[in-house]
C-alpha cells in the first residue's frame, strides 16, 4: 500500500512540475511579446495634399487626401511625412531614413511587369537618438512623371498600366523595414491615391518566433495531460473496477478479525479480484478498504489505512 501511494505522489508531483514548466514558458513568452510591443510607440501623422492647375471649376486649389482627383487637374502632390517612434526603454536608437520615388510599368492589365525606374527624392540619413523623428516634406510635380511614363510609351510604341510610389524607407539596426508608402496611379483620367504604412517595429507578425520554443511548450502541454488523465482517470480507480464485480462484493461494517501473521497486503485491487474470484471468493469493503479470505488468510487492498 505504501509503494502504491508513493507512485501516486510521485506522479503527482511529476504533474505538477510539467504543468508549472508550461505555464512558465507560456507567461514568459508572453511577456516576451508583450515588452517587444510596449517597446516603441508610434505616432504618425503622414499625410499629403494635392495643388490643383488653374480652373474655373473647382473653388479651391487644394485638395486634401482620400478623394478622387482628376489627373489631368493635377499640378503637384505635397507630401508631409511626420513620423514619430517614441522609444520607452530610454536607450540610443540607430536608424536610417530615406524618400524614394520608384515607376512600374505593367502590361497584360497589370500581371506582367516590363520596366521600372528608382528616383532618388532624399539621401539616406544616418542618426543615433533616444527617439526616431522624422519630418519632411516634398512637393512632387506629378506631370513631370507623367510625361516621363509617355516618353517612354511614344518610344517604344506600346501602352502600359503604370503606377508611381513614393516611400518614406526606415531602417533600424538589425530590424526589418518600416515605411510609409504613397501608390499613384498614372495613365489613368480620375485616379485614387493611397497610403499605407508598414511599421515591422511594432508588430507582432514581423517577430521571429522561436519554433524550438513552440514544440517544447507542445510537448510540455501533451505530457501535463496525459499524466493528469493517468491520476484522473487511473484505470485502477476502485469504482471503474469494481463496477462489474458487484455479485461477489459485500461491504462491511466491522473491521476483520485477522493479525499480521495471517494478512498479505497487496498494492494492486486487480490482484485482489483475481484472488477472490480464482478461489470462488467474496470481496469485501470496509470502510473503502477491500479483502479477501482464503484459507484464514486476509489478502487485503488498502485505500485507506483504517484497519
Known amino acids: 500500500m505504501q509503494e502504491k501511494r508513493k507512485k501516486i505522489k510521485i506522479l503527482f508531483i511529476l504533474s505538477c512540475i510539467v504543468l508549472i514548466g508550461t505555464i512558465s514558458l507560456g507567461i514568459l513568452y508572453s511577456n516576451k511579446n508583450i515588452q517587444k510591443n510596449k517597446k516603441y510607440q508610434l505616432i504618425n501623422k503622414s499625410y499629403y495634399e494635392v495643388t490643383l492647375n488653374p480652373n474655373d471649376f473647382f473653388s479651391n486649389d487644394k485638395l486634401e487626401e482620400n478623394h478622387y482627383y482628376i489627373a489631368s487637374s493635377i499640378k503637384s502632390i505635397n507630401i508631409y511625412f511626420d513620423y514619430y517612434l517614441k522609444n520607452n526603454t530610454k536607450e540610443n536608437i540607430d536608424y536610417s531614413y530615406d524618400i524614394t520615388a520608384t ?78 508608402l504613397l501608390t499613384i496611379p ?88 483475481n484472488i477472490a474470484v480464482t478461489n470462488n471468493g467474496n470481496i469485501f469493503n470496509y470502510q473503502k478498504n477491500y479483502y479477501t479470505i482464503v484459507e484464514n488468510i486476509y489478502y487485503i487492498y488498502n485505500v485507506k489505512e483504517t484497519i
Open 103 to 180: 515607376i512600374k510599368s505593367y502590361a497584360d492589365n497589370g500581371t506582367k511587369l516590363i520596366w521600372t525606374k528608382d528616383f532618388n527624392l532624399k539621401d539616406r540619413k544616418n542618426i543615433k537618438d533616444k527617439e526616431i523623428k522624422i519630418n519632411e516634406n516634398y512637393k512632387l510635380d506629378y506631370q513631370y512623371y507623367v510625361n516621363y511614363i509617355k516618353s517612354f510609351q511614344e518610344y517604344y510604341n506600346i501602352k502600359t498600366e503604370n503606377y508611381l510610389y513614393i516611400k518614406l524607407n526606415v531602417q533600424m539596426t538589425d530590424k526589418e523595414n518600416s515605411y510609409i
Open 186 to 273: 498614372i495613365g489613368e483620367n480620375i485616379i485614387e491615391i493611397t497610403l499605407n504604412e508598414e511599421n515591422a517595429f511594432l508588430e507582432n507578425k514581423k517577430q521571429n518566433i522561436d519554433l524550438q520554443k513552440i514544440i517544447v511548450i507542445i510537448i510540455l502541454a501533451l505530457a501535463a495531460i496525459y499524466l493528469g488523465s493517468k491520476i484522473l482517470f487511473n484505470k485502477d480507480n476502485e469504482e471503474a473496477i469494481l463496477k462489474e464485480y458487484q455479485d461477489i462484493l459485500i461491504t462491511v461494517q466491522n473491521r476483520p478479525n485477522k493479525n499480521s501473521n495471517n494478512s498479505i497486503y497487496l498494492t494492486s485491487l486487480k490482484d485482489l479480484i
